[in-house]
């Protein structure tokens, strides 16, 4: 005697649960995020112009600490700790002879998350002329 059974298939790969994820915004949602990444990385990382030796004569100038609101070399705008010549917001014009010692880069990041940076700086004709600049004590504030 002979027992013929019949099964039936079952395919696994047809009831493995699957979630298809729409191409478009998963690909817009990747490059949004590899850009936002770099652009912080970019922003934040050491500037690859290393450390600048100050000018000679540095010493003899004037300098005052703040936050900057503008970096837009040649031109700088800061909002100072203490008044300089009776003036908070300070606007400085850097000449194309100290461009080097301003980094621009560096600057803004100060700016966006405001701390404070000093200025060196000499007055001719009534304007302000940036000569240099560093990054100021946490704590600055007297600008002395």
């Known amino acids: 005697m002979t027992i013929r059974v019949e099964s039936e298939r079952i395919s696994i790969v047809e009831s493995a649960p699957s979630r298809n994820f729409p191409r478009i915004p998963v690909a817009l949602l990747s490059m949004f995020?590899?850009?936002?990444?770099?652009?912080?990385?970019?922003?934040?990382?050491?500037?690859?112009?290393?450390?600048?030796?100050?000018?000679?004569?540095?010493?003899?100038?004037?300098?005052?600490?703040?936050?900057?609101?503008?970096?837009?070399?040649?031109?700088?705008?800061?909002?100072?700790?203490?008044?300089?010549?009776?003036?908070?917001?300070?606007?400085?014009?850097?000449?194309?002879?100290s461009l080097r010692f301003f980094d621009v880069v560096h600057m803004r990041a100060h700016s966006s998350i405001g701390l404070p940076t000093r200025i060196y700086f000499k007055v001719v004709n009534g304007e302000f002329i940036a000569v240099y600049k560093t990054d100021a004590p946490a704590n600055s504030g007297s600008g002395k």
């Open 33 to 97: 995020l590899t850009l936002f990444l770099g652009s912080i990385i970019w922003l934040f990382a050491p500037s690859d112009t290393g450390e600048v030796k100050p000018p000679p004569g540095l010493e003899s100038l004037r300098y005052v600490d703040g936050v900057m609101s503008k970096v837009d070399l040649p031109l700088l705008v800061m909002k100072a700790y203490d008044e300089v010549d009776g003036k908070k917001n300070l606007e400085f014009k850097v000449p194309e002879s």
